[in-house]
């Protein structure tokens, strides 16, 4: 069972909330166990999801995909290009001595005030992108100047000169101050940008291979690997807005919609909690209006569990039950990966009033079997007739 739609109306929304709440410590865990069931009610929300959704065809649904999901050289030399460049790599270039208004430089440097160098001031074996006054392959900007007295000189020198920190500068040492960066310049370098500039070495040092072959054998599976993951996923979603539109969800329960919107502020709270704030403090200290984050969050939380409702009248209707080696299977990396120690625990922590966290959880593993169901009985057509 793959975790596609893991607790539609939470995950997308609280992922790393959920694991910065999480705890490895298992005194820890007791103690958020306890507190939280002092806090939340044992009356559980009761309906009939019958009573609320009507269902249209689900099975056998026809849908048509226009995406690329063939292997094709052209597409994994595209793919090995693009893998490169996220990787932002650069490696010396004998060729070039002087650095040009647009070199990317391997420095160290110092900075100094008075003579006496200061803290943060200092690094070595540093990509430096001239042009842009920023690391090479990033977007991480210095302060003006800083890279600008580098234009001219050669590989092998140490260059000193005068660069001045803004007014504003967060260090109010070194705000609006004017000190002395001294460079040692390493080597000027070119970027990577594609497989012919590939060598063994390259590979090696950079990306853990022996060979080029080797590494692009590697690319090729993880290749072919995104093709087969995105024909899934497109399928799945189309599936899946096929059901919710030939479906009607004619409400959803009041108690319902209130639970899942109640875990998501929950476990956010426990987030701003942990800097020594709440989420509503921490909002209105940004100037947001805490009631309108409430509100849009409401409405997006009512199509999520419109979606889960639909899908577990699905699984009724299909009997599709909790068997116990799938759930485990399911449960078992959710709740290890955020750092809980056992399910006790981590059903406390996404308990709230009506709703108790090892039911939401039973049901996400319904909701996906459901979906499971519906995407396997789909008739699935391509616009491109080659498209396997």
Avoid: W
Avoid at 258 to 270: E, F, G, K, M
Avoid at 352 to 373: I, Q, S
Wanted: net charge negative; glycine share 6%; aromatic share 10%.
């Amino acid at each position: 069972m793959k975790n596609k739609l893991i607790a539609m109306t939470l995950m997308a929304t609280m992922a790393i909330s959920l694991i910065a709440c999480g705890k490895d410590n298992k005194d820890s865990d007791e103690k958020k166990k306890s507190e939280k069931e002092a806090t939340t009610t044992q009356t559980e929300i009761e309906y009939n999801v019958d009573d609320y959704v009507t269902l249209g065809d689900y099975k056998g649904i026809e849908v048509t995909l226009d995406g690329n999901y063939e292997y094709t050289d052209e597409g994994f030399d595209e793919y090995v290009q693009s893998t490169i460049n996220s990787e932002a790599l650069f490696v010396e270039d004998s060729t070039q001595t002087e650095i040009k208004e647009d070199s990317i430089v391997n420095v160290d440097y110092v900075g100094s005030q008075d003579g006496v160098a200061f803290n943060g001031g200092s690094a070595e074996d540093q990509m430096i992108d001239v042009a842009n006054n920023c690391s090479a392959g990033s977007m991480s900007g210095y302060i003006e100047g800083f890279t600008a007295g580098l234009v001219g000189h050669s590989v092998g020198e140490e260059v000193a000169y005068e660069v001045t920190f803004p007014e504003e500068y967060q260090n109010e040492d070194l705000a609006g101050q004017t000190v002395t960066f001294t460079f040692q310049v390493n080597y000027i370098a070119k970027a990577i940008t594609s497989k012919s500039d590939l060598t063994d070495e390259i590979v090696s040092e950079n990306f853990g291979y022996d060979t080029v072959k080797e590494y692009l054998a590697y690319l090729k599976e993880q290749y072919t690997k995104t093709l087969e993951d995105n024909l899934a996923n497109d399928k799945e979603t189309a599936v899946l807005n096929s059901i919710i539109n030939n479906s009607t969800v004619s409400e959803i329960p009041e108690e319902l919609l209130q639970a899942r919107v109640d875990l998501i502020l929950y476990t956010q709270d426990l987030q701003y909690q942990s800097y020594g704030t709440t989420m509503k403090d921490y909002a209105e200290s940004m100037g947001y209006d805490y009631d309108e984050i409430v509100s849009q969050l409401t409405e997006s939380v009512k199509e999520s569990t419109e979606t889960e409702m639909i899908l577990e009248a699905i699984a009724k209707a299909e009997g599709l039950e909790v068997d116990e080696d799938g759930y485990n299977e399911f449960i078992t990396p959710i709740y290890t990966q955020m750092g809980y120690s056992d399910l006790d625990s981590f059903y406390t922590a996404f308990s709230v009033d009506g709703y108790g966290g090892e039911r939401y959880f039973k049901l996400a593993y319904l909701t996906e079997k459901a979906t499971d169901f519906c995407v396997e009985n789909a008739v699935v057509n391509f616009t491109d007739s080659d498209a396997e």
